[in-house]
């Protein structure tokens, strides 16, 4: 059923295969490439770097092997343009940093595309949209807003 006035565009995102450091949709993508694809395809902004380029350690449990968090690094960097937020405020194009597991290094990203809604690339599964409850929140460690520059 299909409700009028919705804008689903996060739709186009949802059943794509994963793939570590992927950044094709068709062949796979993983979580921070998701999130770069969906900023520039959408908000037309161009993040940088790449998931590759983000993480030096490029092994299968490069997230397990990190000391730094370089995704923090990365978005308190202020000539990136995000600002930090509370994770019970989220908006559409928030981007959440999680540490999913036992590992207490963050390993996942996933952006907010509607009211309490995430959309996730994650191994083994295709992207989809869930619900932001109790369950992400626990693994959230941060949430960071674009902060529009043109104004």
Not at 22 to 38: F, H, Q
Not at 86 to 99: E, H, M, T, V
Not at 102 to 119: P, Y
Not at 123 to 146: A, F, I, M, P, Q
Request: neutral net charge.
């Amino acid at each position: 059923m299909v409700i009028l006035g919705t804008n689903l565009w996060y739709k186009k995102y949802e059943n794509l295969p994963f793939k570590m450091f992927g950044d094709n949709p068709l062949t796979g993508i993983d979580c921070t490439n998701l999130t770069r694809l969906i900023y520039r395809k959408e908000k037309n902004i161009f993040l940088e770097p790449s998931s590759k380029e983000l993480c030096s350690n490029h092994k299968d449990n490069w997230y397990q092997l990190i000391n730094d968090n370089i995704m923090i690094k990365f978005f308190e960097n202020r000539q990136n343009n995000f600002e930090e937020i509370d994770k019970n405020k989220i908006l559409p194009f928030d981007i959440l940093l999680l540490s999913i597991g036992s590992t207490n290094i963050i390993n996942h990203c996933a952006i907010c595309v509607d009211k309490n809604k995430i959309l996730h690339a994650m191994e083994d599964k295709l992207s989809w949209v869930s619900t932001y409850g109790s369950y992400y929140k626990n693994y959230t460690e941060k949430v960071y807003r674009w902060i529009d520059t043109q104004n």
